[in-house]
């Protein structure tokens, strides 16, 4: 992100916060802000991404995956943006009221690092400047119990040992390296102003470039005093933008790009006509033709004759003598010359051009990239709006499917339930139905039993009449067998009955019960149970006997085989016990 005309961008704001500086109206610090968004000015391992919630800058280690909130060289920025705010002018007045001595820039190169010797003077430079470095805000210098320089910040109490633009000016060391290490644009001309600055306050190891040893004198007409202000102005216009203080004339040495067979005709080299005998003799000839131009005319006046003419001129001084063969060498040096500053200006024209086109060309880059970015930063928001209605809208949509499954889950339980009970009627239904039927058949076999029984009682009649028939034939039995015979044969008729008609109660409730709709099988009552069976008396025995006897008759009438009897009780005790069989209630 970087600054453009219509204000600071976000990230751009959120740097500028991180160094508690207010870049308006101020392009140098604009500058300082967007070296600081450039990705490259992160040390190796190192990256930096936006976070436009907490709108700060994030720095992350990607080796050790480190988080931090400040940039990795904030100590170079700070330094940097309080240099661009005044504090280069402030260590220009103070290197000027008091220069920094050579020793003192031997002393500070050995503190920082730098060899005078090795290095390029470009480096060296930084130590010159390290020197008369102000304080920032805040700082004050002092002393410790041991007499070391101590530095305190007494806003925030902070002390140390060192000045608080080490950093910077370590930083910057390694920036200008880098600089020379890739040719980087104007670096030459840098490199030369910085080893003039050096050599003129006597740093030992340090030599004058040949190209700025001093101007050189060339035709008449003052070239070379011309070309030097032009250089000299367009020089220190490009040293301001670059913060190195005011520039020299770059001046290259007269004998840059000629050979030693050219060398040898310098002593023969001899002083042009003076200009003041060119005048004079100009002058002469001058009045010459317009005395003749004069005379041409028919009013010429005669007293214009008569006027006095000058006394002519003093003949010009014998030249001295030179031989043809040096003048023309010496007329070709000096085209030479001519021609090799022209080259000169040409060429540092060119580079200055150059320079300027490409200073112009990088911060046309700089707002390209500054819109480009905002357009992305613009998209990357729009695109992140847009995710997070996507994501919105996905949870309502979750949210809905989750209460639809919700209402189907329920409607099927109750339609499982429905069904349920569907499905329990029509059991209850087929229950019912099934007892219907068992009702049924049980009148039938009732009806059947009943009509059994007077089957039975139809038979046991006729053979009873036939016993009866037999006791008269025999004449044996007595008024009293005949009676226990009777009450036999009544108790025979009596607990049948008894025990069938209980059995068509309880028929008649379980159909009462089913036409109401209530449970039949709670309202049934179990069924007699069949009469015990008990020895055959002595008459039936007898009757047995003689029925036995007359089976050898030949009358071809049907045998009646009597069934035995159960013990004699009286009727009343009878009925009580077959109701107790029937209801259940016996007791042991």
Not at 218 to 225: F, H, P, Q, V
Not at 498 to 524: E, N, P, Y
């Amino acid at each position: 992100m970087a600054f453009t005309q219509s204000g600071m961008s976000a990230e751009a704001l959120a740097a500028a916060a991180e160094l508690e500086v207010r870049p308006v109206n101020n392009p140098a610090v604009v500058n300082v802000i967007n070296d600081m968004l450039k990705p490259d000015s992160l040390p190796p391992g190192w990256e930096a991404r936006y976070d436009p919630i907490n709108e700060r800058r994030e720095y992350v280690n990607r080796e050790t995956g480190e988080v931090q909130y400040i940039h990795p060289l904030a100590s170079y920025y700070h330094g940097a943006a309080f240099m661009e705010m005044g504090g280069y002018r402030q260590l220009q007045v103070n290197e000027a009221d008091q220069p920094p001595a050579p020793q003192e820039v031997l002393d500070m190169c050995a503190y920082l690092g730098v060899s005078a010797s090795n290095d390029d003077p470009y480096v060296v430079e930084v130590a010159r400047l390290a020197i008369s470095a102000p304080l920032p805000p805040h700082w004050v210098e002092g002393e410790d119990e041991d007499g070391n320089p101590l530095f305190t910040n007494r806003q925030t109490g902070q002390s140390q040992p060192s000045h608080p633009l080490d950093a910077y000016f370590l930083e910057l060391i390694k920036r200008r390296k880098r600089e020379l290490a890739v040719h980087s644009d104007g670096v030459g001309i840098r490199s030369s102003l910085a080893a003039k600055r050096l050599y003129e306050i006597g740093v030992p190891g340090i030599e004058l470039p040949p190209e700025l040893k001093g101007p050189q004198t060339g035709k008449a007409g003052g070239g070379g005093a011309m070309w030097e202000e032009e250089v000299d102005g367009e020089e220190e216009d490009a040293a301001a933008a670059q913060n190195f203080g005011p520039l020299l004339t770059i001046e290259e040495a007269e004998d840059e790009g000629r050979d030693e067979d050219e060398d040898h005709h310098k002593t023969a080299k001899q002083p042009p006509p003076l200009p003041q005998q060119q005048q004079q003799q100009q002058k002469e000839a001058q009045r010459q033709q317009q005395h003749l131009l004069l005379e041409d005319f028919d009013g010429f006046d005669e007293e214009e004759e008569e006027k006095e003419t000058p006394p002519p001129p003093a003949p010009p001084a014998p030249a001295p003598a030179v031989a043809p063969a040096a003048t023309v060498q010496d007329e070709k040096d000096e085209d030479d010359v001519d021609m090799a500053e022209a080259e000169r200006r040409r060429k540092a024209q060119w580079e200055l051009d150059e320079w300027a086109r490409r200073q112009e060309e990088e911060e046309q880059q700089q707002q390209q990239r500054a819109a480009e970015a905002e357009r992305q930063q613009q998209q990357q928001q729009q695109l992140q709006a847009e995710r997070e209605k996507e994501r919105m809208e996905a949870m309502k949509k979750e949210k809905e499917r989750a209460e639809r499954e919700e209402r189907e889950r329920e409607e099927e339980a109750a339609r499982q339930r429905q069904q349920r009970l569907r499905a329990a009627e029509a059991e209850g239904e087929k229950d019912d139905a099934d007892l219907g039927v068992d009702a049924e058949a049980e009148r039938r076999r009732l009806k059947e039993q009943e009509e059994k029984e007077k089957a039975a009682a139809k038979k046991a009649a006729e053979r009873q009449a036939l016993l009866d028939a037999l006791r008269e034939a025999d004449g044996d039995l007595g008024a009293d067998e005949e009676e226990e015979e009777e009450e036999e044969e009544e108790e025979e008729v009596v607990l049948p009955t008894l025990a069938k008609g209980i059995s068509g109660v309880a028929v008649l409730r379980q159909a009462a019960s089913m036409d109401s709709g209530i449970s039949a099988t709670a309202q049934l009552l179990p069924p007699p149970p069949p009469p015990p069976l008990v020895e055959p008396s002595a008459a039936a025995a007898a009757a047995e006997d003689s029925g036995g006897e007359n089976d050898d008759d030949s009358d071809g009438d049907d045998d009646v085989t009597l069934a035995p009897h159960p013990p004699k009780l009286p009727p009343t005790a009878a009925v009580e016990r077959e109701e107790r069989l029937v209801l259940g209630k016996e007791e042991e």
